[in-house]
């Protein structure tokens, strides 16, 4: 009896943990409360979300309460709060062989955010605001060359991705393939 009563007060204290740190999850709310906010201060709260590919963007809170996403989650989420804080965001789209990334370019700060990056000392990449550098920027840290690139817009109310800037290709990788 008394081993049943121990391992049932460990079981309801790790239960009690395990709610405590959800009920303590990330939120659009917090993320609209950053003190002095930055593009490098808001990608630290991103350091020990997990990658976990979806289709389609996530729901914010979604993907703020499991703390685990892609890129263009990640890239929605900082377009939207850091425009909240009076930064220009563009939401840039680059294809290559086999792959698809979405990154959020910060206009005052001639850098992007990349949810590749989020764990590194310097979370953002510094880049001119040129479709083509910022595409054959993210490009190279996969190590592959550039097919298309895009700028679009996202509602998370509709949920719709919106075209803004027409596609450009890059000749040199299409003859390359």
Request: glycine share 2%; net charge negative.
């Amino acid at each position: 009896m008394r081993f049943f009563t121990r391992y049932l007060l460990v079981v309801l204290l790790f239960a009690f943990l395990v709610s405590a740190f959800k009920a303590a999850a990330l939120s659009m709310e917090e993320l609209q409360r950053m003190p002095d906010p930055t593009p490098e201060k808001f990608a630290r709260y991103f350091a020990n979300f997990e990658f976990k590919f979806h289709a389609e963007v996530q729901d914010d809170a979604e993907f703020l309460s499991s703390e685990s996403g892609d890129c263009d989650d990640y890239a929605t989420v900082a377009a939207e709060v850091l425009a909240k804080f009076g930064y220009t965001t563009q939401l840039i789209a680059v294809r290559m062989k086999g792959e698809t990334h979405v990154v959020c370019y910060v206009n005052e700060t001639k850098s992007y955010l990349d949810y590749n990056f989020r764990k590194e000392a310097n979370p953002t990449i510094l880049c001119e605001n040129s479709i083509t550098e910022i595409a054959s920027k993210v490009a190279s840290s996969f190590d592959r060359p550039w097919i298309a690139t895009y700028q679009f817009t996202y509602s998370p109310v509709e949920r719709v991705k919106r075209l803004v800037q027409r596609i450009i290709t890059n000749q040199s990788a299409e003859n390359a393939s």
